[in-house]
């Protein structure tokens, strides 16, 4: 006797997977090659970083984070802010567009600086960046044409400690 039919049936298995592998490591390499090339690509402009903010034709930030915006125009609840964003700071657009802007009324006074505003064609706010001078709840309240079109409280909380060592 030759061979028995479970050699038989062995060398055409082991046929069968070795013809299978074959092509299946033949196709590895295109997706490695991919794979190395979109490494060695990764550093060459592309990148996860947000876009530049702008509102109005002005760019409020080319972070890399990005900034948050709020939108204090038609909150009719109370909305309140307890962190910053990006530089320490809140930006607040206070107007639905660029075309026409809103009248603001912080108080407490003291409690917020603006460090920066965007204006709308109008001539009145369309944005503000403000920062904290010192602890407490301020208000914001927007107005246009003598209506209160929107307000936002901002209590921002203290920042917590640097880690120890």
Same mark, same amino acid.
Request: glycine share 16%; aromatic share 4%; hydrophobic share 40%.
């Given at each position: 006797m030759i061979g028995s039919r479970a050699d038989a049936y062995a060398d055409n298995h082991r046929e069968l997977h070795a013809v299978r592998r074959r092509p299946a490591a033949k196709r590895r390499w295109p997706g490695l090659l991919l794979a190395v090339a979109s490494i060695g690509l990764a @550093?060459?402009?592309?990148?996860?970083?947000?876009?530049?903010t702008s509102i109005c034709g002005h760019v409020l930030s080319r972070s890399a984070a990005g900034i948050e915006v709020y939108t204090i125009w038609g909150r009719g609840a109370r909305a309140v802010v307890r962190y910053p964003?990006?530089?320490?700071?809140?930006?607040?657009?206070?107007?639905r567009g660029c075309s026409t802007g809103s009248e603001l009324q912080i108080g407490p006074a003291g409690l917020l600086r603006v460090v920066r505003s965007v204006r709308a064609r109008? @001539?009145?706010l369309a944005l503000v960046v403000v920062a904290q001078v010192r602890p407490g709840l301020a208000t914001i309240t927007a107005t246009h044409a003598g209506h209160t079109v929107g307000r936002i409280e901002i209590e921002l909380l203290p920042a917590p400690p640097p880690p120890s060592p």
């Open positions: @550093g060459c402009g592309a990148t996860s970083a947000a876009p530049p964003t990006v530089g320490n700071v809140v930006y607040l657009q206070v107007a109008d @001539g009145h």
